[in-house]
């Protein structure tokens, strides 16, 4: 059999069990083939160079150099995309944070422990994120992330939000025109005045991205924000703790309850959905985990946006990200029929997956296209 046409995978593992139990998950793969293994991040970095794979997979917790400092050399040298294997606990999901932001495409939770003896039940995980890994641009990973400090970026983003950046574009493609009555409508009745509120959704590339948008947010921003980044419970705590200690604004794991204030953003946990109810003339967080997950996702982007759009007092900014797959794109059809929504959906020159904007941009409902970098811009455009 010619295999060719296949991508190269090198999995890198300590545990010579583990590393097995992997390349058994794709024994007759049509689109990937094991390459060879390495058994620390030392010898990942001379294989790597070896073998020239396409696709990596990298235990983090490994002796002599472990998956972060061996991926920081990697992106450096020899850059390739790289899935992390993390553990569930507090350290690892630090560590899986700080893999994202060295440049790692993404990561798989091993569902019990360093030798996962049920790693089974990630394989369709695992398998599929190795796959789309092979399409993602190195170039993209290796980008740095472009952050100033919470208190520079308020200047920063007050002197600019007025005016009108040359880099996002309004869209003109196919759709234009039937868009055009809908979108100057929108802006007839979009006033300064009105309760506003921000919604993001992400997937792959979503930590890196919402770092790069949620650093650049100003304090006083007159809009709570709701985000959903797809990630398993316990690693949105400390996505949100990271962001916190980055951002201008507040940034937390929402809990039951909680009621949304102004200059707050708050993430939906893994597992749950992200939903709101009405509490006078405030809102309040509900997270549900009673309704099934959404297209394999729970938190949602659709589930999010389909429930605020039954909220007519509130006027919406809707944010999608980079990210595998098409959530976000049925729930922003919702928004826009039921109420005043501005529509912003990342470029495909900065997503490092264009799969959740391309599917916004294609209901032809989005407003404007922006380049990551421009996103906090954008949204604080549409704040006035």
């Known amino acids: 059999m010619d295999f060719s046409n296949k991508s190269k995978l090198l999995i890198v593992d300590d545990s010579a069990f583990m590393r097995k139990l992997i390349s058994d998950f794709f024994v007759g793969n049509s689109k990937v083939e094991i390459a060879g293994t390495a058994r620390n991040g030392k010898d990942a970095i001379k294989k790597i160079q070896q073998l020239k794979p396409n696709v990596v997979t990298m235990d983090v917790e490994m002796p002599e150099m472990n998956g972060l400092d061996a991926l920081k050399e990697i992106m450096t040298i020899c850059p390739v995309p790289v899935i992390m294997l993390s553990s569930t606990t507090q350290r690892g999901a630090d560590n899986t944070l700080t893999a ?64 009108t950046s040359s880099k996002p574009t309004m869209i003109s493609k196919k759709g234009a025109v039937s868009n055009v009555s809908l979108q100057s ?79 707050v953003a708050y993430i939906a946990p893994g597992g749950y959905h992200l939903k709101l109810r009405k509490v006078g003339t405030s809102f309040a967080i509900v997270l549900d985990q009673t309704e099934p997950p959404r297209s394999g996702h729970r938190p949602s982007v659709d589930v999010m946006f389909e429930d605020v759009s039954k909220y007519q007092d509130l006027d919406k900014i809707a944010v999608i990200m980079t990210g595998m797959g098409y959530d976000g794109s049925k729930g922003l059809i919702a928004l826009k029929q039921k109420g005043n929504v501005m529509a912003i959906a990342e470029s495909a020159e900065t997503c490092i997956v264009y799969g959740m904007p391309k599917a916004a941009v294609e209901t032809q409902l989005v407003d404007e296209i922006a380049d990551v970098d421009d996103i906090a811009q954008s949204i604080m455009k549409f704040m006035f």
């Open 100 to 163: 994202m932001e060295y440049g790692a495409v993404d990561f798989v939770a091993k569902p019990s422990g360093t030798i996962s003896l049920d790693l089974h039940k990630i394989k369709e995980e695992l398998v599929h994120k190795v796959e789309q890994a092979t399409e993602v641009s190195v170039a993209k990973l290796k980008k740095p992330l472009n952050i100033s400090k919470p208190q520079e970026e308020k200047s920063i983003i007050n002197s600019k939000v007025f005016a």
């Open 185 to 263: 409508t929108l802006k007839k009745e979009w006033s300064k005045s009105s309760k506003k509120i921000v919604l993001i959704g992400t997937s792959t590339g979503g930590p890196r991205a919402l770092q790069e948008v949620i650093t650049k947010i100003p304090a006083n921003i007159q809009a709570p924000i709701l985000i959903v980044q797809h990630m398993p419970a316990g690693f949105t705590k400390s996505l949100a703790t990271r962001l916190d200690q980055l951002s201008e604004i507040t940034v937390k794991e929402a809990e039951h309850g909680d009621i949304l204030q102004n200059g």
